[in-house]
Nanobody, 124 residues
């Protein structure tokens, strides 16, 4: 059974940092892209970043590239999202997902699998 389990969310003050984790099981992450999405209250879900050994390059939303970094630990089957200089607009539920391609995280493409999400709240 494929599972994606997010963790690391919480409440943080503006300017703070969080590191989200996405633990994958039931498949080999090396063979798949893994992406982060987020959904702010009242807004549509949006692609944040993606990592894939088969697709070299940096896949990250332009507006976030200076503050967010995606990385992976293949030995732990885990993908991370490091978020720095957090702003109230970063508040939302953060999901990890498996796309067919990292190119698919921007646009209306279906994902193969989704996690259940982790809440991030940036507030003073």
């Amino acid at each position: 059974e494929v599972q994606l389990v997010e963790s690391g969310g919480g409440v943080v003050q503006p300017g703070g940092s969080l590191r989200l984790s996405c633990q994958a099981s039931g498949f080999t992450p090396d063979d798949h892209a893994i992406a982060w999405f987020r959904q702010a209250p009242g807004k549509e879900r949006e692609g944040v970043s993606c990592i894939s050994r088969r697709e070299p390059g940096r896949f990250i939303a332009t507006s976030l590239k200076d503050r967010f970094t995606i990385s992976s630990d293949n030995a732990k089957n885990t993908v991370y999202l490091q978020m720095n200089s957090l702003k109230p607009d970063d508040t939302g539920v953060y999901y990890c997902a498996v796309p067919n391609s990292c190119h698919h995280i921007f646009g209306n493409h279906e994902m193969k699998y989704w996690g259940k999400g982790t809440q991030v709240t940036v507030s003073s």
